[in-house]
């Protein structure tokens, strides 16, 4: 068990060290640092996934595992020292007094958030008791393939098999690495490592929520964000059931806020290789989350494109691709070398023809749209209050109120969101499967992995709860 | 108004948040015993082919395709193919499984 928690340190370590290269000092402020806490596990996780991989796609395994587990930790030294010798002080401590300023109110909703956080863990704990291996497709796919990687490594690639295509071997490999890589230092299948990861992972994509929201709105804004994460009760389901989507969510969150951050710091480019690094591991992590990096990177350059010049643009994104590279390379690898086709691109052969008069017929088909747009509003539900039109009601009680510099923010999470909605939408709309069947499959769990994003955008568009509470505090001094 | 709206949202999703606690504990879970299913397959692990690939037949028409799952998860990493047409075959009648080995005709 030591060994296990000795593994995910190593993880952080390696993520915090890179994260502290590439974190400007504009962004070194109180919740600045304590973001770049939360995207370290995602970064950490995602290089020594694929630093897993290369050691069994180039055979390393053959040397014993000894040498793999020297390497990361030499890797870890190397990093942390260049992260020392560039390190820059804090700047102001915002958090300390925002905190302050909130008094009994901001004192009332954090003791809100430590009950709703306390519930989730506990029902967190419950349901992962129940089923410790996960839910269906942990076991048919993300822990199965870790127990390819990991119980005869010389064997690991027998998961290709043709006889195996219905645990989908062309999915990307960071969760089952990630945890095929703790039972090699624990040196046993725990399932409390595919647990703990499913943990870290839901903690991780609430806390960057939460403060991405705070950095740019404010301390009590995030931590009404968190709390409305923390009530869409169905993420806590997907998070237990040891699925990709909740890590997939958490990625597609820290990716997104490190685009805030980037606005928050006067344009400081150093951050954008850090957005890549992150998008990029979305890709490494599910076929969703390279959508995802296509669609960030293009919303990027429209973004940068549209405050200045092209050649301002075409900087912005080269900065973000250099950051993504090492990540990519190996995600095109895995697919170039590995992975057989997605069923989704064999479909699109099929889709060409078919039953129901191929894919001009079904585009052409009304009734596809009203299902396919019924069931994204059907399935926006995620269980809570927020999911009842809560956050409506509460947009309306306290407005929107969003400065130029948060607007930009709020439109380029926005275009990124809506993009990925447009692809699900696409995909389904020229999918041949059977469309009742493939939504009531997919859809919940792929609107989950775009639901903490939406929150952020969200809570920044909204008024603050940090500005109605000074607002009522000058309105008592009069 | 603005303040009251802050706070009851905020009570209403830690609510939220505390209900599920109450629900999932009455919920019944009908997945499979993973454990169980690891030991009722243990005796016959050291036999299959290492790196091989087994078949896989049963008569639970209606459970087949999540017990080869669970059985490609627990055997890993053998190969379970659902055909009958290999050298070692598991065998799944009224609930028992056995290994045979069919080139050979031994049971």
């Known amino acids: 068990m030591i060994t296990l928690i000795y593994s995910l340190l190593v993880s952080y370590g390696i993520g915090h060290a890179i994260c502290s290269l590439i974190w400007p000092s504009a962004a070194r402020t109180a919740y600045g640092r304590a973001l770049a806490a939360c995207v370290s596990f995602g970064i950490g996780t995602g290089v020594t996934s694929c630093m897993y991989f290369w050691w069994l796609a180039l055979g390393a395994y053959r040397a014993g595992f000894a040498p793999y587990m020297i390497f990361e930790v030499l890797a870890l030294l190397a990093l942390s020292v260049a992260a020392h010798r560039t390190a820059s002080p804090a700047r102001d401590p915002e958090g300390g007094t925002a905190a302050k300023a909130s008094g009994a109110f901001g004192s009332v909703l954090v003791a809100l958030f430590v009950i709703a956080a306390a519930a989730t863990v506990i029902s967190f704990v419950i349901f992962a008791s129940r089923v410790p291996h996960g839910e269906w497709d942990a076991y048919s796919i993300w822990n199965q393939h870790a127990r390819f990687m990991s119980r005869q490594p010389e064997l690991w690639t027998r998961m290709f098999d043709e006889a195996l295509r219905w645990s989908h071997p062309d999915y990307p490999l960071m969760l089952p690495a990630t945890v095929a890589r703790c039972w090699m230092y624990a040196g046993a299948e725990y399932t409390f490592a595919a647990q703990c990861a499913a943990f870290l992972f839901m903690v991780a994509m609430t806390a960057t929520a939460s403060f991405a929201v705070s950095l740019v709105k404010g301390n009590l804004q995030g931590i009404l964000c968190g709390l409305a994460i923390l009530s869409a009760n169905r993420l806590v389901l997907h998070s237990s059931s040891q699925y990709a989507d909740i890590p997939l969510a958490y990625l597609i969150v820290a990716s997104v806020s490190m685009y805030l951050v980037y606005c928050k710091a006067g344009d400081d480019r150093r951050l954008l290789p850090a957005a890549g690094l992150l998008a990029a591991i979305a890709a490494w992590t599910k076929n969703e989350g390279i959508a995802f990096f296509v669609i960030y990177a293009v919303a990027l350059f429209i973004a940068e494109s549209w405050r200045g010049r092209l050649k301002r643009a075409a900087v912005a994104l080269a900065w973000f691709l250099c950051g993504s590279l090492p990540v990519i390379l190996t995600l095109v690898y895995f697919k170039a070398n590995f992975a057989p086709q997605n069923d989704i691109i064999s479909f699109a052969g099929s889709a060409l023809s078919g039953q129901d008069g191929g894919i001009a017929g079904r585009l052409l088909d009304p009734d596809r749209y009203a299902v396919i747009t019924g069931s994204f509003i059907h399935y926006s539900y995620f269980g809570g209050f927020v999911g009842k039109a809560g956050i409506f009601i509460y947009l309306l009680a306290a407005g929107v109120a969003v400065s130029k510099g948060q607007a930009k923010g709020v439109a380029f999470i926005s275009a990124v969101l809506a993009g990925m909605a447009g692809v699900y939408f696409l995909i389904y709309l020229l999918s041949p499967q059977g469309l009742g069947w493939y939504i009531f499959c997919s859809l919940s769990r792929l609107l989950a992995q775009l639901f903490p994003a939406f929150m952020v955008a969200f809570f920044i568009a909204a008024r603050s709860a940090d500005e109605i509470l000074s607002y009522r505090k000058a309105e008592e001094v009069k | ?107």
Request: charged share 25%; hydrophobic share 40%.
């Open chain 2, 1 to 107: 108004m603005r303040r009251a709206a802050v706070l009851v949202f905020a009570a209403v999703c830690c609510l939220s948040a505390a209900e599920l606690v109450l629900t999932i504990r009455n919920w019944v879970f009908e997945g499979t015993d993973i454990e169980a299913e690891e030991a009722r397959y243990s005796t016959m692990k050291p036999y299959l082919p290492p790196g091989g690939k087994v078949g896989y037949e049963t008569d639970d028409i209606e459970n087949g395709i999540q017990k080869h799952y669970i059985m490609q998860y627990v055997l890993c990493p053998v190969v379970i193919d659902r055909s009958g047409q290999h050298e070692y075959v598991i065998e799944e009648e009224r609930g028992e499984v056995r290994l045979i080995k069919r080139q050979l005709g031994i049971r």
